[in-house]
């Protein structure tokens, strides 16, 4: 029998496990449960701001996602805001990715993102220092973070960054949480997707 076929010890043990399984089922609905939250008090904050968005946006529309496969491992989020249409992005993902973190994310793409730029480049020290980092990605959907995938937004750092913004054709910037974080265990994802989103608010508005 092909080795790709049999199953080691350790698979074997796992596949037996129905602990592991409910603990999966309990875990995922626990962090739709903060999803839910997330976009709840998202929804809040946003209602008395005034973004730059584009000009079909609708300020209610968001998305709850789960899957089992961004690089082979499960995974849950929030767009919202959200939107993607005509080359146009503007949302806010908080991705839940097992194995790795949590991320909270803008992206931003199409008819705005001269405006975005400066926004980012003019208010660079209301955005700075504040565990924000830029992908260095050619795509809105990589979600590795460190050397060569994002680059820390720190007040030394300005120029770079406008280097680095200068020529791209979109802007993604993230702040990434450790599942060890007292903050994520604590079960208060929606403090911190709205604390995120706060300091993001210089480029968008």
């Not at 209610?60 to 961004?70: A, F």
């Not at 403090?191 to 480029?203: D, G, K, N, S, W």
Request: with cysteine; glycine share 6%; net charge positive.
């Amino acid at each position: 029998m092909s080795p790709t076929r049999t199953f080691t010890d350790a698979e074997s043990t796992l596949l037996a496990d129905a602990q592991f399984f409910r603990h999966k089922a309990v875990i995922t609905a626990k962090i739709r449960c903060m999803l839910e939250e997330t976009h709840r008090a998202l929804q809040a904050d946003l209602d008395p701001i005034r973004l730059i968005t584009p000009s079909s946006f609708n300020p209610r529309i968001h998305q709850l996602v789960k899957g089992e496969h961004l690089e082979d491992f499960p995974y849950q989020y929030l767009d919202y805001p959200k939107h993607f249409q005509g080359g146009n992005t503007f949302t806010f993902r908080t991705l839940v990715w097992w194995g790795h973190y949590v991320v909270c994310a803008i992206l931003l793409e199409g008819g705005a993102l001269r405006h975005y730029k400066q926004q980012l480049l003019g208010r660079f020290h209301q955005v700075a220092g504040r565990g924000l980092e830029l992908s260095l990605a050619p795509s809105l959907w990589e979600w590795k973070r460190g050397e060569g995938y994002t680059f820390p937004i720190t007040h030394d750092r300005k120029a770079q960054i406008a280097a680095i913004v200068a020529e791209r054709s979109l802007i993604k910037v993230l702040r990434c949480f450790s599942f060890e974080d007292v903050n994520v265990r604590d079960g208060q994802l929606p403090h911190l997707a709205c604390e995120t989103f706060r300091a993001m608010l210089p480029i968008i508005t």
